[in-house]
């Protein structure tokens, strides 16, 4: 029998006080596609960065084509044919697709047309549509994507492993990545595939390997499972259903009003084009539509991030148009934002310093200027328990958490702090089934509490099930705002390009 193209033998990996894997073993065969299924925190991303060097195992081996070897950094890893795509991407947005791509690779004089046309090959070759000579600044996300997935391949990989591939791809995205994926394996490579949805799992996986609590609990072939199983390999009980109240047909009052919202740079193009919308007392308006078409400016200009140019924002009746964002906080708005990194949290923070980051003024937890750490502890570790984050205590950094943690760290904080409007904006990206469950559960209780709730997400079943209304947005405008159910997937589809398709009926 042909040995495991790659094999990690009773791998164990310690962080100070976390186990992150506990006597892990499993092995890839060529030509086949793996999926790696697992709650945030349960060390699925710690094992593939342990088999790419990123980071050294405590105990156990490492063997590549039967050989064991010591995988000590990336380019180490490199050399043996592994490279990985993260969820963070490494490229240079100043340079070009090519200049990322050889960057660090080839040496001496560059003959860089040559480069460049060989790139533009290898992306047409998998039908990826990446101009070779673009800025990578002025990419999608999507696209980008598959930049650091052709620097792979420029490095000629064979094993190729994807941690969370398709969290911030658009639907068709996802399907071109799935076919890349499927013809990739079919000519005798490798892929490891990190993820937690189901749909994607069930399409192109070979082997699923279920993870929980730094262990593998379970191992089951695609043919011989089911969604709901695998639900209950990873987290160890069915999903709990969601229940959403339904929408009275007016009667809620207005919460808060935008008229006319606008911002735009001097001498440039609008980033918000004139939006006019209500949102009511217990109702969640959803929106979708491609990265980068103004959804993040909404948000910011909501929050007093980003000065309008024009318009007015009401909140509760009160003009808030010009407030900052201590002033949105004080007017109880909370803001849970796509990059929990640079806006959500301090990674060098514990977890109970970052709870209180936008409420140590507020008179809340302290007492003639001293804050009460024993109460913030103690409130730290309620919230801990109740949103099911995975941390042994509040003095842990917030950086030492998994991903998905660190983002149901911020959500606690935020639904905690926004008593009146609740922004979300990617509430979801990159979780696992059952924080995403956790995390709609939340959404839905703020819902019932009252709050009125703006919802960003590229998941387009997520808006579905949760939004009451769903605004499309194209180029810093909305193309309507419509009830779930006068929409299709083609319809919303066309509309995130900008068609505004002749059966969508808009209220």
Known sequence: MEAPVVELRHITKRFAKVLANDDVSLSVGRGEVVA????????????????????????GEIRVDGVRRRIRSPKDAMALGISMIQQHFSLVDAHTVTENIILGTVRGRIDYAA??????????????????????????????????????LHRNARIL????????????????????????????????????????????????????????????????????ELARLMIGHDLEALRKESDPEGGRKVRLEVRDLTVQPENGVALLDHLSFDLHA??????????????????????????PTDGTVRLDGTDVTRLDVGGHIRKGVGYCASDRYRYGMVPAMSLSENMILKASRLGRWDRHGFISWRKVDRYTAEQIRAYQIKAPDPSVTAGSLSGGNQQKLVVAREADMGESLLIFDQPTRGLDLGAINNVQKV??????????????????????????????????RFMGIYRPGDLTMESIGLLMAGVRPEAAKEE
């Open 36 to 59: 790696l299924l697992g709650e945030n925190g349960a060390g699925k991303s710690t094992i593939m960065k342990i088999l790419y060097g990123l980071y050294h195992e405590t105990s």
């Open 115 to 152: 480069e460049e046309e060989k790139i533009q090959r290898l992306s047409d070759r998998y039908h990826f549509g990446v101009p070779a000579g673009a800025r990578v600044r002025d990419l999608p996300v999507g696209i980008q994507q598959k930049v650091e997935i052709l620097k792979a």
């Open 161 to 228: 492993i994807m941690d969370e591939p398709t969290a911030v791809l658009l639907p068709q995205e996802i399907e071109t990545l799935m076919q890349f994926i499927r013809s990739f394996a079919a000519e005798g490579n490798s892929v490891i595939f990190i993820t937690h949805k189901m749909k994607e799992v069930m399409e192109v996986a070979d082997r699923i390997i279920i993870m929980r609590n730094g262990r593998i609990s379970g191992e089951v072939e695609k043919t011989r499972t089911s969604t709901s």
């Open 282 to 307: 217990g109702e969640i308006l959803g929106v979708a539509g491609v990265s980068g078409n103004g959804q993040q400016e909404l948000c910011e200009a909501l929050y007093g991030a980003l000065p």
């Open 443 to 476: 959404i839905l209780r703020e819902r019932a509490a009252g709050k009125c709730i703006l919802l960003i997400s590229t998941e387009l079943s997520e808006l579905f099930e949760l939004a009451d209304r769903i605004a499309v947005m194209f180029q810093g």
